[in-house]
């Protein structure tokens, strides 16, 4: 949606040059992350958390890489583009599993 235009990315903007451009990486990995995590929901709680990180390290990966090619710097797209976010994602993973792990116990799945 948001490459066809539609202001779903940072500052309510949209369109392809965002897919395409230095911060695309990020954007790309996405479903993929998604993909992971998935994968891992329906074990137990440890792989779940487990998914999820690994979930993150797919999107750092892919968008350090294409940052790294926009800047020609892979030592700063590194430090601009995922050290200072790993701490707060890693609590905001931690935080959503533990509402997934609510949500399905208040739907009453085994755990």
């Known amino acids: 949606m ?11 903007s949209g369109g392809i040059s965002h897919v395409l451009g230095p911060t695309g990486g990020y954007i790309l990995a996405f479903p993929v992350a998604a993909l992971i995590a998935g994968i891992f929901y329906e074990k137990s709680l440890p792989w779940r958390f487990l998914g999820t990180i690994i979930g993150l390290a797919v999107i750092y990966l ?18 601009v583009g995922v050290v200072p976010f790993i701490l707060l994602d890693i609590v905001k993973a931690a935080v959503a599993v533990a509402i997934a792990q609510a949500i399905r116990r208040r739907a009453g799945h085994s755990l």
């Open 2 to 12: 948001g490459a066809l235009g539609l202001p779903v990315f940072a500052n309510f």
């Open 62 to 79: 892919l968008g350090w890489l294409r940052l790294g090619l926009f800047f020609g710097d892979f030592g700063k797209a590194f430090a």
